[in-house]
């Protein structure tokens, strides 16, 4: 069982960007998938984007409210994944997680399709 550390949250202004990184223990994050979810107070945790595998072409998918705005990308090297999302906006809040997948041939960005996850970064985004 992978265990993941995410860094890289904090209060930030409404326009401006971050950078979430994400590590793991355990394994090499470079096996899996990697998605990133965020939960915003009183909602349900939603998925935000998530980057398969460099040997299957290191696809990656966003979801609406970030197309545009998101760079999911992956130093295999450091074995380290990172978002950085641009133009934040206060609905952007939440706590961000990072999750792994196993390698299947079906993924889709939702909870259930992860199996290891991390202890999350708050992001604030407010003037």
């Known amino acids: 069982q992978l265990e993941l550390v995410e860094s890289g949250g904090g209060l930030v202004q409404p326009g401006g960007s971050l950078r979430l990184s994400c590590g793991a223990r355990g394994g090499a994050l470079a096996d899996y998938a990697v998605g990133w979810f965020r939960q915003a107070p009183g909602k349900e945790r939603e998925g935000v984007s998530y980057?398969?595998?460099?040997?299957?072409?290191?696809?990656?998918e966003y979801a609406d409210s970030v197309k545009g705005r998101a760079t999911i990308s992956r130093d295999n090297a450091k074995d380290t994944v990172f978002l950085q999302i641009a133009s934040l906006k206060p609905e952007d809040t939440g706590v961000y997680y990072c999750?792994?997948?196993?390698?299947?041939?079906?993924?889709?960005?939702?909870?259930?399709?992860?199996?290891?996850w991390g202890q999350g970064t708050q992001v604030t985004v407010s003037s």
């Open positions: 999750a792994a997948a196993r390698p299947r041939a079906l993924l889709v960005l939702e909870p259930w399709a992860f199996d290891d």
């Open positions: 980057i398969r595998t460099s040997k299957l072409g290191g696809i990656t």
